[in-house]
C-alpha cells in the first residue's frame, strides 16, 4: 500500500482540530481551516496536525498521496467524499467526490488516496428524494415526491451554492416538511420549515454566510385551513389558504396560527371562506398593506362564504391587498 507522498502546506486552524487529524477539511470564509461537516460536501484538504484551538498552526495536505480516516467500507479506485465528521466515505449522487481511495477502505482505518484530476459538477446533478431523511446539499436539483407524511432535512451547503427543490409527485394525504437542519438554518428571520403538498410547487434556496436564503418560490394548491385551530407554521407552499370559520374563532401569531410570511417579492395567493357556521365571526393574523398603503395586522369580517375572497401580493415586506369581496384588513 502507498503510504504519505505529500508535502503539507501550514495554515491558520480556524477551530479545535485535535480530533480531526486525518480527515477531510476545509477552508471557512476568513481563511482558516476548519473540519468537515456536512456529509457529501466539497473538501479542500486533508488535516495533517492536531491544533487544540482556532488560530495556531495546522498542517494541510493538498496533493498527491496523502492518508484520510474511513467512515466505511469501501474497495480501492471508490470515489470518496467527507462524512459529517470528516471521515472518506464513498459518494453518492449529487456528492462531492473530494478524493479516490488506493486501497480498500473500513471504518477508522487509515487509507491512501488521492485527490481526482476531474471532478463532477455537483452543483449540475439532480437527485430523486422519496423516502424521509437527509436532502443532499450539494445536489442543484432535487425532484421531491410526497406520499402522505414525511419529514426531510436539509443542512448547511456551500457558501453560494443554490439548490432548487421541486414536488414532483403526491399521494395519499401528503405533507412533506423540509426543515434547514444545520448549523445556520435559514438565513434572517425566514421560516425553518416549508412545507411540501402538491405537485408544481418548487422552491429555490441560496447559501449565504448566516444560512439558506429563499430567492424563488412557484406556489401551487390549496391548504385547508380551520381557523384558530390548525398552525401553518412552515405552510408558505400554497397559493390558496381555504378558511373555516365556525362561531366566534381567531387565528393568532402567537400560536402560529396567522398566514405566513411570503419570502420572494412578487409572490401572490388567494385567501377564501369556504366554511362558515354557527354564528361566524372570524379574523386570522397577516403581516399586510392596504390598497392605499395601511399597515393592517389582520383579515377581519370572516362571516360569510358568499364570495368572501381576497388576493395579495407580498411586496417584500408585508402582503399588499389586490382585490378584497367580503373580506377587509385591519
Known amino acids: 500500500m502507498a503510504t504519505i507522498d505529500s508535502t503539507p502546506v501550514s495554515l491558520v486552524s480556524g477551530a479545535d482540530l485535535s480530533a480531526r487529524k486525518n480527515r477531510f477539511g476545509k477552508v471557512d470564509n476568513t481563511g482558516r481551516v476548519v473540519a468537515c461537516s456536512v456529509a457529501g460536501e466539497r473538501a479542500?484538504?486533508?488535516?495533517?496536525?492536531?491544533?487544540?484551538?482556532?488560530?495556531?498552526?495546522?498542517?494541510?495536505?493538498?496533493?498527491?498521496?496523502?492518508?484520510?480516516?474511513?467512515?466505511?467500507?469501501?474497495?480501492?479506485?471508490?470515489?470518496?467524499?467527507?462524512?459529517?465528521?470528516?471521515?472518506?466515505?464513498?459518494?453518492?449522487?449529487?456528492?462531492h467526490v473530494n478524493a479516490v481511495a488506493l486501497g480498500a477502505g473500513a471504518t477508522g482505518r487509515l487509507?491512501?488516496?488521492?485527490?481526482?484530476?476531474?471532478?463532477?459538477?455537483?452543483?449540475?446533478?439532480?437527485?430523486?428524494?422519496?423516502?424521509?431523511?437527509?436532502?443532499?446539499?450539494?445536489?442543484?436539483?432535487?425532484?421531491?415526491?410526497?406520499?402522505?407524511?414525511?419529514?426531510?432535512?436539509?443542512?448547511?451547503?456551500?457558501?453560494?451554492?443554490?439548490?432548487?427543490?421541486?414536488?414532483?409527485?403526491?399521494?395519499?394525504?401528503?405533507?412533506?416538511?423540509?426543515?434547514?437542519?444545520?448549523?445556520?438554518?435559514?438565513?434572517?428571520?425566514?421560516?425553518?420549515?416549508?412545507?411540501?403538498?402538491?405537485?408544481?410547487?418548487?422552491?429555490?434556496?441560496?447559501?449565504?454566510?448566516?444560512?439558506?436564503?429563499?430567492?424563488?418560490?412557484?406556489?401551487?394548491?390549496?391548504?385547508?385551513v380551520v381557523v384558530g385551530t390548525d398552525v401553518l407554521t412552515g405552510h408558505d407552499m400554497v397559493a390558496r389558504y381555504n378558511l373555516s370559520v365556525t362561531g366566534t374563532?381567531?387565528?393568532?401569531?402567537?400560536?402560529?396560527?396567522?398566514?405566513?410570511?411570503?419570502?420572494?417579492?412578487?409572490?401572490?395567493?388567494?385567501?377564501q371562506v369556504t366554511v362558515a357556521g354557527g354564528t361566524p365571526d372570524g379574523e386570522i393574523d397577516i403581516t399586510a398593506e392596504t390598497l392605499d398603503g395601511a399597515a393592517a395586522t389582520k383579515i377581519d369580517d370572516i362571516n360569510g362564504t358568499t364570495a368572501h375572497h381576497m388576493q395579495l401580493r407580498w411586496n417584500g415586506a408585508a402582503w399588499q391587498q389586490v382585490t378584497a369581496t367580503g373580506l377587509a384588513l385591519a
Open 249 to 271: 374563532v381567531t387565528g393568532a401569531a402567537a400560536g402560529g396560527f396567522n398566514i405566513p410570511n411570503g419570502q420572494v417579492d412578487g409572490e401572490f395567493i388567494d385567501v
Open 111 to 224: 487509507v491512501s488516496v488521492l485527490r481526482p484530476l476531474v471532478q463532477p459538477h455537483a452543483a449540475a446533478s439532480s437527485v430523486a428524494v422519496a423516502a424521509a431523511g437527509a436532502i443532499p446539499p450539494s445536489a442543484s436539483h432535487i425532484a421531491l415526491t410526497v406520499a402522505d407524511t414525511k419529514a426531510y432535512t436539509l443542512d448547511d451547503g456551500e457558501l453560494g451554492h443554490e439548490i432548487e427543490i421541486d414536488c414532483v409527485a403526491v399521494s395519499g394525504t401528503p405533507l412533506g416538511t423540509v426543515t434547514l437542519n444545520g448549523a445556520l438554518g435559514p438565513a434572517g428571520t425566514e421560516s425553518a420549515t416549508h412545507v411540501f403538498t402538491a405537485a408544481g410547487q418548487s422552491l429555490r434556496l441560496r447559501m449565504h454566510a448566516t444560512g439558506w436564503k429563499v430567492v424563488g418560490k412557484r406556489r401551487a394548491g390549496a391548504r385547508t
Open 44 to 95: 479542500d484538504l486533508v488535516i495533517g496536525s492536531e491544533p487544540d484551538a482556532a488560530g495556531k498552526g495546522v498542517d494541510a495536505f493538498i496533493e498527491r498521496v496523502m492518508k484520510v480516516e474511513a467512515g466505511g467500507s469501501f474497495d480501492a479506485g471508490a470515489d470518496l467524499t467527507t462524512d459529517s465528521v470528516g471521515r472518506a466515505i464513498v459518494a453518492g449522487a449529487g456528492q
